[in-house]
């Protein structure tokens, strides 16, 4: 017997604690156990499922011989937190089973003692220093990336709170931060910190484990941390690292983090105070934005990301980097471009506006000459003047007005008779009086700091509930129409006061209430609103009836058509930026409401945001999400319930029910309300696995209790099942999806999926998202089911992507949807084109299955990978000498 051995021996044989200390020295200095080993593996399952829950906490009481630490030691590797991690998520599927055992709920808060006594500052540090001596340095590195950047850890300790806590009320853990994803994306900036400490070998894989951090969710948590005076060093080299993508996509953070923690609670009678705080974040954009990110910042700024105070700041970067000119006459080309005048949105020309005239207190006298005198300028000019509305008009006088005061040798331009033209002007006026710089004294850091307590004071922007809410949900509760509804049919509507006439001295006068969005081109403006008075109620607003309005406008001309594509790029990056409630939801029932009713142009837009959009996991999550439930919906299967009733189809009142009955029909409504019910992906999930495996459990059941070899008992309900798929008694059922499954929903799906995995790698897509891409695009092949065309192209699609990602996975989760994915190729195929295209690659999935099924750590995926080694050998068994003659000529 060797020494490995011996002390997997003398582990196993421990019956009292003192025995520990000595053997967890011995098995601290062994040179294997923090390689991925069988001896290894083996020591760490016995000391989690066996040796720590009995004596964890009394060798934390007994520190003499320090076995405590040598316990801790053993685990601190990417080893043992990923046998930790696996452990708990198992021990977290049986208490869930199991709520009332008080003996599992103990072994498993054990081991989230443990982990939370591993997973302390400096705990990144301590495992870069290990791999550096490991032959295999980048393979473990990307494993101990996934544990904490790649959300693992975070996962697991989430899914076993909720486990433990199944009442929902909040329970006090030393180790519940590990599941609150805020608190844990600011430990990971700090540990990011620690590790780097100008360590420049260290920087580049530093600075991608940074980038995977802050796609966890809560990137301004990850932000608030590393923009600190200590730390800023740090952020310095690590943004400057970045490739080029995740560098766009921090840049984007960044602004939204400026913009929320230093710019939105500013009081604007300050200012002084103000500009030194724009000149300090000026300072921090020069240090973190580098020259080359120019497009991509001007875009952010332009397409509304912040105020006024972020463009000011922008504009500081600008003239430090000497771009100033450049983008000046850049930006004036397309402000004054016919079709951007016509087509932009009018927040975007504000924006454009704005820093036009930033800039125009940092050109020089000679420059302003010559450009005052140039086509641009004048053709520009020409085309505001021209356009319809007004406020673009007063946009290109202001403009025209601002620049030609600073030529002495242009000539006045007098607008004073224009009507409304003055009070337009004076609005933009103050912005040719601002010249902001990059701020370069030490102090500056102070000023960031006073703002940071202004915004902690007046944390509440925008209160939850305002004066004029209630009345806007429902505009008859006030007294005096209360009264009079009851006289009669008709009922009067709700007064609008614009408050146009009347003093703002008048307290008797109504606040302008923000009415239901009509139209589609209505509902984008309304998403798109920056104005610091209204965007919070128009936001409320919009969520509140986007559903609704994408159904009414289903069959109603081309609307919806030509809009569609616009509102999904609003929709799938829209953030909680107000704090509104039910935010999630409302967003995902507009999101499926739109798949499902534009699903040529929405599901392949979702499916190229999914892979190569700037979004967060989460974002990323909903759209796949969208996807599948709009597939369910559409193929008739599973319905979505999307909460609205008819009375609230349209935002304006209804006609007496009489007079209302002759004109609303029931094919006047673009979806049938009442058969709506509500689907979950994973609801799906269950119900393909359920049907699937239940003829193959059934036979394996039955023939266990057959004594003749071949002879087999059928059951009734199983001939009755069976008869039914063969076509009596079945059911005829409407599937919308069949005939554009493949082009709009699955297709789309893999070929983005073949374009991201030839440029980067697909651990880059994490656990949790591979996960559900594939379950996504398996939900979809079984919804389009049996009536769609191309259903043998997409499963030998989805076969490929399985087969590529089944050979480097362990996870269950993402075991979990091959496997279904497997189930669903099987179910929807004939079992002779199964063997004839498919038949080496079920060979080596029997292989895989009846080598490892055993060894999965997750109950549920592992009975998942018996019934699905059970069907596989049924099939096998039934068509073997076919297989046998496929195999001997692929020469196997």
């Known amino acids: 017997m060797n020494a490995e051995d011996t002390l997997l ?26 390689q991925p080993s069988s001896f290894s593996m083996q020591i760490l399952l016995q000391l989690l499922n066996a040796t720590i829950p009995e004596y964890y906490h009394a060798l934390k009481a007994d520190k003499r011989d320090g076995g405590i630490m040598h316990c801790r030691s053993i685990f601190s590797s990417v080893n043992g937190l990923g046998a930790i991690v696996s452990v708990i998520g198992t021990r977290s599927a049986q208490v869930r089973s199991r709520p009332r055992d008080e003996t599992e709920r103990g072994k498993l808060l054990v081991l989230l003692e443990l982990l939370n006594d591993i997973v302390r500052p400096g705990v990144i540090s301590v495992l870069a220093s290990q791999l550096r001596e490991s032959d295999k340095e980048v393979l473990y590195w990307q494993e101990g990336s996934s544990l904490f950047a790649g959300s693992k850890i975070l996962g697991y300790v989430g899914d076993a709170y909720n486990a433990l806590n199944q009442s929902g009320e909040f329970a006090n853990w030393k180790w519940a931060w590990m599941a ?7 430990f990971l900036a700090g540990e990011v910190v620690k590790a780097y400490n ?16 802050m796609d966890l969710g809560y990137p301004d948590h990850f932000m608030r941390k590393l923009i600190e005076k200590d730390n800023f060093y740090a952020a310095t080299d690590l943004s400057s ?52 990110q120019e497009d991509h910042l001007l875009k952010l700024v332009q397409a509304g990301a912040g105020q006024l105070f972020l463009r000011r700041a922008v504009v500081c970067w600008l003239v430090f980097h000497g771009l100033h000119e450049e983008v000046f006459e850049n930006t004036l080309r397309q402000w004054g471009d016919r079709i951007v005048i016509k087509n932009l949105q009018l927040s975007r020309q504000e924006a454009q506006t704005e820093i036009l005239l930033l800039i125009i207190p940092h050109l020089t006298v000679s420059y302003i000459k010559q450009t005052t005198q140039s086509p641009a300028f004048l053709e520009g000019v020409s085309n505001r003047l021209q356009a319809m509305r007004p406020k673009l008009r007063f946009m290109g006088m202001a403009f025209a007005t601002a620049l030609t005061a600073r030529d002495d040798s242009s000539p006045r331009l007098k607008l004073d008779e224009v009507d409304g033209f003055d009070e337009e002007y004076n609005n933009w006026k103050p912005l040719l009086d601002i010249h902001d710089v990059v701020a370069t004294d030490e102090s500056c850091w102070d000023d960031l700091n006073d703002s940071q307590e202004i915004a902690t004071e007046n944390s509440q922007l925008i209160p939850e509930r305002e004066s004029g809410d209630s009345e806007e949900e429902n505009p008859h509760q006030s007294g005096l129409e209360s009264e009079t509804e009851e006289e009669g049919e008709f009922r009067p509507f709700a007064i609008i006061d614009d408050g146009s006439e009347d003093s703002d001295d008048d307290p008797t006068v109504r606040r302008e209430k923000v009415r239901p969005p009509v139209y589609m081109i209505d509902l984008i403006a309304y998403f798109n609103d920056s104005n610091e008075s209204t965007s919070a109620q128009k936001h409320k607003v919009a969520l509140m009836h986007a559903t609704k309005i994408i159904l009414r406008k289903a069959d109603y001309g081309q609307e919806l058509a030509t809009t569609s594509k616009e509102l999904a790029q609003v929709l799938c990056g829209l953030r909680n930026n107000f704090g509104l409630n039910d935010f999630d939801q409302q967003k995902m029932n507009a999101m499926i409401a739109l798949c499902v009713t534009a699903p040529e142009t929405v599901s ?89 495996l239940r003829e193959s459990v059934t036979n394996a059941i039955e023939n266990a209790d057959t004594s003749k070899s071949g002879e087999i008992f059928v059951s009734r309900r199983l001939q009755t099942e069976r008869d039914q798929r063969g076509g009596k008694n079945l059911a005829v059922q409407k599937n919308s999806l069949a005939k554009i499954a493949g082009q709009s929903f699955f297709f789309p799906l893999a070929s983005r999926w073949k374009s991201f995995t030839s440029t980067l790698s ?23 089911y049996p009536a769609a065309t191309d259903i043998f192209d997409m499963s030998s699609e ?76 049924e099939m096998v068994n039934k068509w073997q000498r076919r297989l046998v003659g496929e195999y001997i000529s692929m020469g196997g």
């Not at 609150?180 to 600011?186: M, N, P, R, S």
């Not at 999307?642 to 004109?663: C, G, K, Q, Y």
């Not at 750590?857 to 596989?872: F, Q, T, W, Y």
């Open 762 to 784: 697909r651990n880059a897509f994490g656990e949790m998202l591979l996960a559900h891409y594939v379950k996504t695009m398996a939900i979809i092949l079984n919804s389009s």
């Open 798 to 873: 989805l076969m490929i992507i399985i087969s590529t990602i089944r050979r480097d996975t362990g996870e269950p989760s993402v075991l979990e949807a091959i496997f279904t994915s497997i189930l669903v190729i099987m179910d929807v195929n004939e079992e002779a084109s199964l063997i004839q295209y498919f038949s080496k690659q079920f060979l080596e999935i029997k292989e895989y299955l009846e080598a490892s099924w055993e060894g999965i750590g997750a109950e549920d995926v592992r009975n998942l990978a018996a019934g699905l080694l059970v069907k596989i050998s």
């Open 198 to 213: 100008g360590n420049v070998t260290e920087l580049a894989r530093l600075a991608k484990f940074m980038s995977r951090s």
């Open 241 to 292: 690292a970045l490739p080029s993508v995740d560098r766009m996509t921090f840049t984007k953070i960044l602004l939204h983090y400026l913009q929320s923690t230093y710019l939105d609670r500013l009081n604007s009678q300050e200012a002084d105070a103000i500009t030194r705080r724009i000149e300090a974040l000026g300072m921090i954009l020069v240090q973190l934005v580098p020259p080359s």
């Open 180 to 186: 609150d994803g805020k608190k844990f994306t600011a």
């Open 604 to 692: 392949p837009l979702h499916a190229e945001y999914v892979t190569f959009g700037d979004y967060s996991l989460q974002e990323r999550l909903i759209m796949l999400s969208s996807i599948a439930l709009a597939a369910l919906h559409l193929s008739g299967k599973s319905t979505y319930n999307f909460e609205v009733s008819r009375e609230d189809m349209f935002p304006s009142r209804l006609l007496p029910p009489d007079i209302h009955a002759r004109f609303a029909l029931e094919k006047d409504y673009p979806q049938d309300l009442g058969r709506f019910g509500l689907s979950y992906i994973e609801n799906s999930v269950r119900a393909i696995k359920s049907s699937s």
């Open 9 to 34: 021996v003398r582990l196993k044989r421990v019956s009292a604690v003192a025995e520990l200390p000595p053997l967890l020295s011995d098995l601290n200095s062994s040179p294997s156990i923090r």
